[in-house]
């Protein structure tokens, strides 16, 4: 085979693979934030995926989706986004945390998020006896856990099994940590390599005790006044 032949074939697989993992836009059922949160559709353990188009993640990455929070129905503030997002070199007022830890409105986080939102609807509600630790978790995880920036060095290091997902984590890790305070996936898990990435988490839909995850469904906020 002539080189250029060659240089050409891997040329159009780079550019189809850019395209698949950073441009391609799928194509789902639709729902707007307002509907959503006045539903009663949403429960805690849902989860809400977010696909970026101004940064280059998904390359770097091969994860068509960049971002990925949980849902947690709080009974006092209501429906509620609970991730770890790296915020290095976003303006913060001096009211918010620092850590990268955030439990914020699901409806504002959507509305101020400069990409598409999907979301991913258990098929049963979780056991009222786990709430509790779950909501305790949370706790533990704003006042100690922190935004893993290092990534490629937390990646490497669980790679070959010398670290496993600790205080300092990313928006994957956290949600496969929820996973096991909700009983949605097994302790033993928590051993496993290739779990917590977010190529993998993003895909998840069979977990234990039949849980399972719809397919997914856009979240879209109304680009007019609202009422």
């Given at each position: ?27 789902c ?6 509907d959503l949160?006045?539903?009663?559709l949403?429960k805690?353990?849902?989860?809400i995926i977010?696909?970026?188009y101004?940064?280059f993640n ?13 849902v947690?129905?709080d009974?006092?503030?209501g ?7 790296g ?8 009211h ?6 955030f439990y ?9 998020y400069?990409g598409?939102?999907?979301?991913r ?7 009222e006896?786990l ?6 978790f949370i ?7 922190r935004?893993e920036?290092?990534?490629v060095k ?10 496993r997902?600790?205080?300092n ?7 496969f ?6 009983n949605?996936?097994?302790l033993?898990d ?7 990435y977010?190529k993998?988490v ?11 995850y ?11 006044a609202?009422d």
């Open positions: 085979m002539p080189n250029w032949i060659f240089t050409a074939i891997v040329i159009i697989l780079i550019i189809i693979y850019i395209w698949r993992v950073q441009y391609y836009k799928i194509k059922e639709r729902v707007f934030i307002d949160i006045n539903s009663n949403l805690t353990g849902d989860l977010f696909k970026a101004n940064n998904s390359i770097i990455t091969s994860s068509y989706f960049g971002h990925i929070g949980m947690v129905i009974d006092k503030r429906a509620m986004l609970f991730e770890a997002n915020m290095e070199k976003t303006p913060m007022k001096n918010r945390t620092t850590t990268g830890i914020t409105p699901l409806l504002d986080r959507v509305r101020r400069k598409r939102c999907f979301w609807s258990l098929n049963k509600k979780i056991d006896r709430i509790a630790p779950f909501m305790s706790n533990y995880a704003l006042c100690n856990m935004y920036y290092d990534v937390s990646w490497l290091a669980k790679i070959i099994g010398a670290e997902c600790l205080n984590t990313n928006c994957a890790e956290l949600i940590l929820c996973w096991i305070k909700l949605l996936l097994p033993s928590y051993e496993k390599i290739n779990t917590h977010l993998y993003c895909a998840q839909t069979k977990m234990l005790n039949n849980y399972k719809s397919e997914l469904i856009e979240v879209v906020d109304e680009h007019f609202h």
